[in-house]
């Protein structure tokens, strides 16, 4: 049973297409005064539905499709409109590279960016907003039982966030109660009408006492399930959580059929070989600048660590004032700085184009987790549970900890920020696919053209 309902991202979808037919109407029905006959609508129809798969590509890359906070409304109005401006802008291109169609729409198609800028906010904020909390009618009622700071934070979330299709009735922290009070308290809780499930920890010991008794609850009821609470967090905050896994979480989540690692490779070869051969034209540019900012050396060479831990050597353009070799002195920081031509290359991410080799050699992958420096790697392992799980898959240029964590340590041993990194790579690392890579390249298509990182 999955409690994160997906399919309202199917709705939203199906909305977004629903308002762009309607915004087509509106913006004949304004162009014209008065309402658009059939044979009117249809010969605009036909070469719009074309333009409608190209700007969900570009919603989709506008991060319109992503998890919905607080924080994303706030900006909703602007993503919507730069996004449709973005659509106009393809849809004039359309209509002059493909004159077949017979239309040079320039006033409908700028009566279609208000219209359907208007339209699209008032479907995504004020109606999708309310939309899938009178879809499931009343939210599901269940039961955390589990302690320590993560099993905290999933409650806070759960209790703050109304636009979930449950809530939990009560948390019982087993860190507070003896187990038999943990068992009685879980038990009389569950065994109330209304309530439709139970998260655990299936480490606690607190459970693992009353599991055989909790199970049986299960058959005593119409509708209610035990959910690992790993599995919900990881739905909700889309990374795992460090303070619940265990060794037999991280084994199980190893495994990849032959088939989907071939087929990963193969992306790999023929995505980083076009991908190098479109950029090769940009070397020279690149080493001008280079040399012309402080007449260094263009490339350096760094040794990280790959694949079940064995060294690799990567190459990349330089931008910094040496090479950045992960080994700091007593203060931990290095004593080297971005140049100016280097901070342009770390934003476009040009400096890291020279590792498509790497890509091609199957040193790296184009998704996996940041390949670390040799000295960094063996203080997070030190330091840090877990850590060596991030070497059990290749190494990447992007990845899910990459384009979902922004405070990556730079220049510096981070070890609290390094394991917010590591709860996201171990999430790659359980459902990793290729469906999943290409969301992470798209994204990341998405960051470099918004410039945001570094």
């Not at 996004?83 to 198609?109: D, E, M, S, Y």
């Not at 320590?148 to 209790?159: F, M, R, S, Y």
């Not at 991908?275 to 001008?288: D, K, M, R």
């Not at 184009?366 to 997070?380: D, I, K, N, T």
Request: aromatic share 12%.
């Amino acid at each position: 049973m999955s409690l994160v309902r997906k399919r309202e991202y199917v709705v939203l979808l199906i909305g977004d297409v629903a308002v762009f037919g309607i915004s087509l109407w509106m913006t004949l029905f304004v162009r014209y005064w008065r309402a658009p006959d059939p044979e009117l609508f249809l010969t605009h129809l036909v070469p719009f539905s074309f333009l409608f798969v190209a700007w969900l590509g570009v919603f989709f890359l506008a991060g319109l499709y992503g998890k919905h906070t607080r924080l994303f409304r706030s900006k909703l109005p602007t993503t919507i409109f730069y996004a449709q401006l973005i659509n106009v802008l393809l849809a004039a291109l359309f209509f002059f590279l493909i004159p077949a169609f017979g239309l040079a729409p320039k006033t409908i198609l700028v009566l279609y960016l208000l219209i359907s800028s208007i339209l699209i906010y008032l479907w995504r904020v004020p109606i999708f907003s309310h939309l899938p909390m009178l879809l499931r009618g009343r939210r599901l009622k269940g039961v955390l039982i589990a302690s320590g700071p993560d099993a905290k934070l999933l409650a806070q979330e759960v209790a703050s966030d109304n636009r979930l299709p449950f809530m939990f009735a009560q948390v019982v922290d087993t860190s507070k109660s003896a187990s038999h009070q943990v068992i009685q308290q879980a038990l009389r809780l569950a065994a109330e009408d209304d309530m439709a499930f139970l998260v655990v920890d299936f480490s606690d010991k607190a459970f693992e006492a009353a599991r055989p008794i909790m199970y049986s609850t299960i058959f005593q009821k119409e509708r209610f399930v035990i959910i690992d609470i790993v599995e919900l967090y990881q739905e909700v905050f889309d990374r795992v959580p460090l303070s619940l896994v265990t060794y037999e979480w991280v084994l199980s989540s190893v495994s990849a059929s032959r088939l989907s690692g071939a087929l990963k490779r193969a992306l790999d070869i023929i995505g980083a070989a076009v991908l190098g051969i479109i950029s090769l034209p940009f070397y020279p540019c690149v080493a001008l600048a280079i040399k012309l900012d402080d007449r260094g050396p263009v490339f350096i060479l760094q040794e990280r660590v790959g694949r079940y831990q064995k060294p690799i050597r990567v190459v990349k353009f330089r931008s910094m004032t040496g090479n950045d070799r992960g080994e700091y002195g007593e203060d931990g920081k290095t004593k080297l700085s971005v140049t100016r031509v280097g901070n342009f290359l770390r934003r476009s991410r040009i400096d890291e184009l020279p590792q498509l080799w790497a890509v091609l050699k199957g040193d790296l992958s184009l998704v996996g987790p940041r390949p670390e420096f040799p000295a960094l790697s063996r203080e997070y392992s030190a330091k840090i549970p877990y850590y060596n799980a991030r070497h059990l898959i290749t190494p990447g240029l992007t990845g899910w900890a990459q384009i979902k964590h922004h405070a990556h340590p730079h220049h510096a041993p981070d070890i609290e920020q390094t394991k917010h990194k590591l709860s996201h790579d171990l999430y790659y690392l359980k459902h990793r696919s290729l469906l999943l890579d290409l969301f992470i390249i798209l994204q990341t298509i998405r960051i470099i053209l918004t410039a945001r990182g570094s």
